[in-house]
């Protein structure tokens, strides 16, 4: 099952987020919250979501560039997110 590790600075997307809007940019992460942005709002004008709600991109076959591969077995339950905090 593919993973994510979320970390300021790096763009998501949200699960069921429209095609023609940007990703946001993480802002924090703490837990199973991740505050995330749009980059042309205003720094202090943040959105908190459950880790749940960021999208994680089919991964790639090495061998087709450009095709999804197969996602592989499920993971048992556990999330495949690793928020990683910054601020210390």
Known sequence: MPAISLRTGVRVRLKGQSSHLPGF?????????????????????????????????????????GVASHPGPSCGGITPYVCVDDSR
């Open 25 to 65: 940019l993480v802002v924090a992460c703490r837990g199973d919250r991740v505050w995330v942005r749009q980059p042309s709002w205003p720094i202090q004008v943040q959105v908190c979501v459950n880790v749940t709600q960021i999208a994680i991109p089919a991964p790639v076959s090495p061998w087709w560039p």
